[in-house]
């Protein structure tokens, strides 16, 4: 079983990743991190909160966040207080972004996973997936 969720994982992620690129020119991470960042008070995270919400090294979202500064997409403000902390802000742009890009990644993961499994076994995955990320904490 392990090694059919690993394997569903990352065929899953595959098609998604592509098909955000084919679509819209985004990379799934870039996805990641505008939805991280829309949810987040006020639109914004610190570098770190966002680093651990999308599973990325320090060195690693920064990278990727300047990418998205180039992109107009977001943002990076001083934490007041803080002189060595930072704030990743999504932009209006960014925002525009999840609204263009949502309908058809809602499609393709509606084809590549969703729409193979029925509400019985997504009710039954949602209480495990839970069970397992509240254990985790």
């Known amino acids: 079983m392990w090694r059919a969720f690993l394997e569903t994982h990352s065929t899953v992620i595959k098609h998604l990743e592509r098909r955000m690129h084919e679509q819209h020119g985004l990379p799934l991470s870039w996805w990641d991190v505008l939805l991280q960042l829309a949810d987040g008070p006020e639109g914004r995270l610190r570098m770190g909160e966002l680093a651990e ?15 998205m500064i180039g992109a107009g997409l977001v943002l990076r403000e001083t934490c007041p207080g803080d002189r060595r902390g930072y704030y990743a802000v999504i932009t209006q742009r960014g925002r525009d972004t999840i609204e263009k890009v949502g309908p058809d990644h809602s499609k393709d993961a ?5 729409g193979h499994i029925n509400a019985e076994e997504a009710a039954l995955m949602g209480r495990v997936f839970d069970r397992v990320l509240a254990a985790g904490k």
């Open 110 to 114: 509606w084809e590549v996973f969703l």
């Open 53 to 67: 919400s999308v599973l990325l090294t320090r060195s690693g979202i920064t990278r990727l966040v300047d990418r």
